[in-house]
């Protein structure tokens, strides 16, 4: 990777937000830093291990999944390029993963040691803020999925779901990413539920269903 290019991956971080690529290039002029890549498949950490990097998504894809006490593994996110990888533990007392973390194509990740990034957002007060920000943010989505799983009905989740997936792809029209099971277990549902609740929908005229495509045809009635 050229340092052109790595210029142009570090600006999709949130930590070099409000920097220009001689901005971000200056700031890690003092710090050590270098890049690693994984194969396909690779398992970047396990559950349990301690986070000893700051790292930074370049190219890529991470997948984190949470296994259940009966063995079976919940697909809790995905890092994409700019993406930190697990910052709230950087710098935490008890750093262990909650979740263990494997590579969905090949990637590279810009690998900092956490004093190098502490010396950044020491340095940088727009890093330092950027830095908070990502923070605060985590804590928002923690709270936000929080409520949806526990307080939540599953004609509810399924409605959240779609929403933000057609948010996310810009139209009514969402292409779903995972499996009928793989979503059920996300939230901790069974998957006969979920396709019950998704039947109802269709039968009321509020979405139709083809497959892994889903239409969203009135999106007053599937938000109430």
Request: charged share 25%.
């Given at each position: 990777m050229?340092?052109?290019?790595?210029?142009?991956?570090?600006?999709?971080?949130p930590?070099?937000?409000?920097?220009?690529?001689a901005?971000?290039a200056?700031?890690?002029?003092?710090?050590?830093?270098?890049?690693v890549?994984?194969?396909r498949?690779?398992?970047y950490?396990l559950?349990?291990?301690?986070?000893?990097?700051?790292?930074?998504?370049?190219?890529?894809?991470?997948?984190?999944r949470m296994?259940?006490?009966?063995?079976?593994?919940?697909?809790?996110?995905?890092?994409?390029?700019?993406?930190l990888?697990?910052?709230?533990?950087?710098?935490?007392?008890?750093?262990?993963?909650?979740?263990s973390?494997?590579?969905?194509?090949?990637?590279?990740?810009?690998?900092?040691?956490?004093?190098?990034?502490?010396?950044?957002?020491?340095?940088?007060?727009?890093?330092?803020?950027n830095?908070?920000?990502?923070l605060?943010?985590?804590?928002?989505?923690l709270?936000?999925?929080?409520?949806?799983?526990?307080?939540?009905?599953?004609?509810?989740?399924?409605?959240?779901?779609l929403?933000?997936?057609?948010?996310?792809?810009?139209?009514?029209?969402?292409?779903?990413?995972?499996?009928?099971?793989?979503?059920?277990?996300s939230?901790?549902?069974?998957?006969?539920?979920?396709?019950?609740?998704?039947?109802?929908?269709?039968?009321?005229?509020?979405?139709?269903?083809?497959?892994?495509?889903?239409?969203i045809l009135?999106?007053?009635?599937?938000?109430?």
């Open positions: 050229s340092s052109e290019q790595l210029m142009e991956a570090l600006a999709k971080c930590l070099f937000a409000g920097l220009s690529p901005g971000i200056f700031a890690l002029g003092g710090v050590d830093y270098k890049l890549r994984f194969a498949h690779d398992v950490a559950a349990g291990m301690p986070c000893e990097w700051a790292d930074i998504v370049l190219t890529g894809t991470l997948v984190c296994s259940s006490v009966s063995g079976k593994q919940i697909e809790v996110s995905r890092l994409r390029p700019g993406n990888v697990a910052p709230a533990f950087v710098f935490a007392k008890d750093n262990a993963m909650p979740v973390v494997e590579t969905d194509s090949e990637v590279t990740v810009l690998r900092l040691r956490p004093a190098d990034l502490q010396r950044l957002i020491d340095v940088d007060e727009t890093l330092r803020m830095f908070i920000r990502i605060s943010n985590i804590d928002v989505f709270t936000r999925k929080m409520r949806v799983l526990s307080l939540f009905t599953i004609r509810e989740k399924v409605a959240c779901l929403l933000e997936t057609a948010g996310e792809q810009g139209g009514d029209t969402i292409h779903l990413r995972h499996s009928r099971q793989a979503i059920a277990d939230f901790g549902i069974q998957k006969f539920s979920l396709l019950r609740v998704l039947a109802d929908l269709e039968k009321e005229g509020v979405i139709l269903v083809k497959g892994k495509e889903i239409r009135d999106r007053k009635r599937l938000s109430l």
